[in-house]
């Protein structure tokens, strides 16, 4: 009978984990088995899938643990003569003085740049009355204790092995597991095990030589052991290892102190894959620690401190298996400030923190991440909190066997499961280097195993399974990730990489326009999500769509109907192979007449449509009403409001990237489409317009001539730049002299009376303006462009004229050019003099950069190169090479310029220097191919000649089997 129970149980155990074929949007199933189809277009076919699983049932009534929603009975302890205490920023230092004399407080230290400050309390006053007269003074933001901080460990010893990892369904405290019920690592470490990252454990310190640890330990290479010199300049003298923030040196383990937590945290995070003990999830990740606790557990003060040390140490994720249930806003604000993954244990008191917080866990920051505790059938552990609005992600957190002090030992609690969510971030991190912290923490939401037992109480209702998520793109579905600029080049595949999503955020009104270009023999479809849209997977939410057969050519556009975030999906219908992905917000060059759809009218009664044939489209619209607006997001360099103007015309309030004057509408004698307010030479880029009826009127007009309205909007998109002519990049010959005047562009202009003398610019652009001034003693020039005579001008004028356009130069090819003007030593007769002048020059250009191929004959190489031939390349080539030292120099005219490269799984890292200067190693490695690839940018140069030089390294990340560089093209900017 024994037997058949044991039996009975492991056919259920089979039956609950066995695959259930879910339908892709590429297979149907047939009798419960999944056959390969065609994809479907989005835009004409549903094709959400919904799986339905069976409700898990309990495993016993002596299990269940009621969720009373309960607070701690024990108030929080905290520092009996310490408090915390932040200044409004436009305090004054004597203020500071003042407010600490006032409430018996002295500084104890400043916790860094959240300017917050640890203050002692004096006199023997209490911390909570000290507390409530700072809060009443004008000068504070906030005064708080200093809270004490727990450890967030079930300290009952279990028997068990590491089924967090691996779970095969072994014996745990009293029952079998179930199997797979773990993190999937083991499929992650296929592709990384978490080298060239680096954890800040903040906790209690680590036995850092531990026999499993000892090899993972991070080394600070910039400091000099023992020399008690701060030689990284960090404000820690040699901190090796990392920094005891309770006993204010670099002794990161204290025997005394035992550090059984933080030691047992770090070995779940990070053991060595060493055939000796336990192995960590990140086995080959480097360990921070940042010790705040001791065994009477610690302050918020110096959890901050701890922050804010991995900050200024570049460590982009943290460990925080501790908490309390007092909110504090300095921790909050060093969270917030902080630029990485914090990832924070939920809490044990088994209640629902979206009610009662548990912090830092509970936080509303998206930096972090909030882990609750499972046992090993995939249940919510009974201590651990819950909530579907607190806490993010369940991970193994009972009967964890992992590294202590001289040896190892069985822990439970949230902090248990929160290291194996850090090492599985750690993992995501390496096998994307070029994640944000948000992506991190998407790829690992993102790809949880749902779970029935844990639908309704985590965000996700889900268990870390980072074997997904190391494989996972964050734009592979909605969120996506947030697009940048306006052009985006990536790949698609019709089996492996079906989308890319990117998320754009949109005003209401703002125009959207979506350009989609795909390889030679490729199928890509282009589609348009509702910011409610929750997945790419579906056609649930689909606004626009442009999917044509046998073509990657598609494009949309759209209009926002309300402000939000929407989601652009490029979709593999068909074929394997790159695409570019253009986007333009705003309206762009155009005019718009007043029924344009690209003006969002608002009122609290309809605008009036007034048909006249005089009217730019034979209509305007108009109205004489309260809280009435029109409003534009444009896309552009220049904006023109045209209006009607007669007697029933009032004042318009118009307001043009926050700055507001008023336009007065009203004319005694009617004018149609007229020109009432114009802005040229803006920055490129998205702007918005808002017109505004004010109630004002005209001082001539009636009582009830306020109306507004609008006949049309004309949008221009022309990028200039003025450079003088004493800009450093114009060069000069013979002999000239400096003039002054407020007339002149600038202030100031020159002048030559020789015949021969020159003046010449190298400048990027499609235009070019000559301006100089004219007078009865001026000769004649000769301008050159490229080299070539294009005309000689006459200065004279018979009286002094200023900004004189001499010569104007438009459809040059975008590339570099010459200007040159030439005194020719000759004049008119009526003139008195030969002298010519030079104000300025003014280039212009319609787009801001233009491409530049890598076989340029501007561009030395040194070393082997080789050429790659690909329709994905720009241009159709490409040049690679592996040798250490081998580079390309390449010198152009103008302000900035962006290296385009193609990345993959055999490419390395590269040096780029830009005149001289070393400005950036980048590292070319993708897991994929990636075509003309942005790897590197800059801007704001000054004006003139500059040399990019790429150098290989002859390096690599852990993840890449090549050392590789490779260069397609450049992109140089006038601007």
Do not use: C
């Not at 009978?1 to 149980?9: Q, T, V, W």
């Not at 306020?706 to 800009?727: C, F, H, L, P, R």
Request: charged content about 20%.
């Amino acid at each position: 009978m024994k037997g058949r129970k044991i039996g009975s149980l492991m056919l259920a155990v089979l039956l609950i984990t066995t695959s259930v074929p879910v339908a892709s949007a590429n297979s149907q199933v047939t009798g419960g088995k999944v056959t390969s189809t065609a994809n479907v277009k989005k835009g004409s076919h549903k094709v959400t899938e919904i799986v339905e699983v069976a409700k898990q049932q309990a495993k016993s009534q002596a299990s269940k643990v009621k969720k009373a929603v309960t607070t701690s009975s024990e108030k929080t302890e905290y520092s009996k003569d310490e408090i915390l205490v932040k200044y409004k920023t436009t305090v004054k230092a004597q203020d500071v003085g003042t407010v600490e004399k006032g409430a018996s407080i002295k500084k104890s230290k400043d916790l860094g740049s959240s300017g917050v400050k640890l203050y002692k309390v004096q006199n023997g006053n209490s911390v909570d009355k000290t507390i409530a007269k700072l809060k009443q003074d004008k000068n504070v933001v906030y005064a708080e204790p200093n809270y004490k901080i727990t450890v967030n460990t079930v300290s009952d010893p279990y028997y068990s092995k590491l089924w967090g990892l691996k779970n095969t369904g072994q014996f745990v405290y009293g029952s079998f597991g179930t199997a797979g019920m773990d993190i999937n690592v083991e499929e992650a470490w296929k592709k990384t095990t978490g080298a060239n990252v680096v954890v800040g454990v903040v906790d209690e310190g680590i036995d850092i030589n531990h026999t499993d640890l000892k090899n993972n330990i991070w080394v600070n290479t910039k400091e000099i052991p023992g020399d008690h010199i701060d030689n990284d300049h960090n404000g820690y003298v040699d901190d090796v290892n990392g920094w005891d923030f309770v006993h204010k040196d670099n002794t990161v383990y204290d025997v005394s102190d035992g550090d059984e937590h933080g030691t047992h945290v770090a070995g779940t995070i990070g053991a060595s894959a060493n055939n000796v003990g336990v192995i960590g999830v990140a086995p080959n990740v480097k360990l921070v620690s940042l010790k705040f606790l001791s065994p009477d557990g610690g302050y918020t003060s110096d959890a901050i401190e701890a922050i804010q040390y991995a900050q200024k140490m570049g460590i982009k994720i943290l460990n925080a298996s501790w908490g309390g249930d007092e909110y504090s806003q300095a921790l909050y604000d060093a969270i917030k400030n902080y630029d990485g993954l914090f990832v924070a244990a939920a809490g044990n008191e088994g209640i629902n923190t979206d009610s009662f917080g548990s912090y830092p866990a509970a936080f509303n920051l998206p930096n972090i991440l909030s882990v609750a505790s499972v046992d090993s059938d995939g249940y919510l552990s009974y201590f651990s909190n819950y909530g579907v609005k607190s806490v993010d992600v369940a991970a193994p957190g009972e009967n964890i066997y992992s590294t202590a002090p001289s040896g190892y030992q069985y822990m439970s609690g949230t902090s248990m499961a929160t290291p194996h969510v850090t090492g599985s971030a750690a993992l995501v991190l390496a096998s994307h280097p070029q994640y944000t912290t948000a992506e991190i923490k998407q790829s690992l939401m993102e790809n949880t195993k749902k779970l029935s037992s844990l639908s309704g109480e985590v965000a996700t209702g889900g268990l870390i399974d980072v074997g997904k998520s190391v494989t996972y793109n964050a734009d592979d579905d909605i969120p996506g990730v947030a697009l940048t600029g306006s052009k985006v080049t990536d790949s698609l595949n019709q089996t492996s990489d079906l989308d890319d999503v990117y998320a754009v955020t949109l005003s209401k009104g703002e125009k959207l326009t979506a350009n989609l270009s795909g390889a030679a023999g490729t199928d890509f479809d282009l589609y348009l999500y509702d910011s409610k849209a929750t997945t790419a997977q579906s056609s649930d939410g689909i606004l626009k769509y442009s999917e044509k057969t046998g073509t990657s050519n598609e494009s949309v556009t759209f209009i926002a109907p309300y402000a939000g975030t929407f989601y652009l999906d490029t979709y593999a219908y068909s074929g394997i192979g790159s695409y570019t992905l253009s986007v333009t917000l705003g309206a762009t060059a155009a005019s718009y007449d007043n029924k344009s759809e690209v003006l969002n009218f608002t009122s609290s009664t309809p605008w009036n449509v007034v048909s006249n044939s005089y009217a730019s489209s034979g209509s305007y619209s108009t109205i004489n009403a309260a809280k009435s607006s029109v409003e534009i997001v444009f896309n552009g360099t220049g904006i023109q409001y045209n209006a009607i103007k007669n007697a029933q015309q009032g004042i318009a309030r118009v307001t043009l990237d926050g700055a507001a004057q008023n336009v007065d509408l009203y004319s005694s004698v009617a004018k149609y489409n007229t020109p009432v307010f114009e802005k040229v030479n803006l920055q490129p880029g998205v702007h918005t317009l808002k017109i505004e009826w004010t109630g004002l009127k005209n001082s001539l007009a009636r009582k009830s001539s306020t109306a507004i309205n609008i006949d049309s909007i004309t949008v221009t998109n022309k990028q200039s730049m003025t450079v003088e002519e004493n800009n450093a990049a114009v060069s000069y010959s013979g002999s000239w002299t400096g003039a002054t005047s407020s007339s002149l562009s600038g202030g100031t202009a020159k002048y030559s009376v020789t015949k021969g003398s020159s003046a010449e610019l190298k400048f990027t652009g499609e235009a070019v303006k000559v301006l100089g001034y004219t007078g009865n003693n001026r000769g004649k020039a000769d301008i050159y462009v490229d080299g070539k005579l294009v005309k000689t001008v006459d200065l004279y004028s018979s009286t002094t004229k200023y900004k004189v356009t001499l010569y104007e130069a438009t459809n040059l090819t975008k590339s570099s050019h010459v200007v040159k003007v030439v005194n020719r030593g000759e004049k008119t007769a009526a003139s008195t003099g030969t002298g010519i002048t030079l104000d300025s020059f003014i280039i212009s250009q319609k787009y801001g950069s233009y491409p530049v191929e890598e076989n340029t004959s501007s561009a030395t190489y040194k070393g082997t190169w080789s050429t790659n031939s690909s329709a994905n390349h720009s241009g159709g080539t490409a040049k690679y090479s592996s040798a250490t030292g081998n580079y390309l120099e390449y010198t152009f005219t103008g302000r900035g310029i962006t290296l385009l490269s193609y990345t993959g799984p055999d490419k390395g890292m590269a040096d780029i220097y830009i005149d001289g200067k070393l400005m950036r190693t980048v590292n070319m490695y993708t897991s994929s191919t990636k075509y003309q690839a942005p790897i590197y940018s800059v801007s704001g140069l000054s004006l003139g000649s500059h040399k990019i030089k790429v150098v290989a390294k002859g390096a690599k990340s852990t993840a890449s089997t090549g050392t590789m560089i490779t260069v397609d093209a450049f992109e140089v900017s006038a601007y």
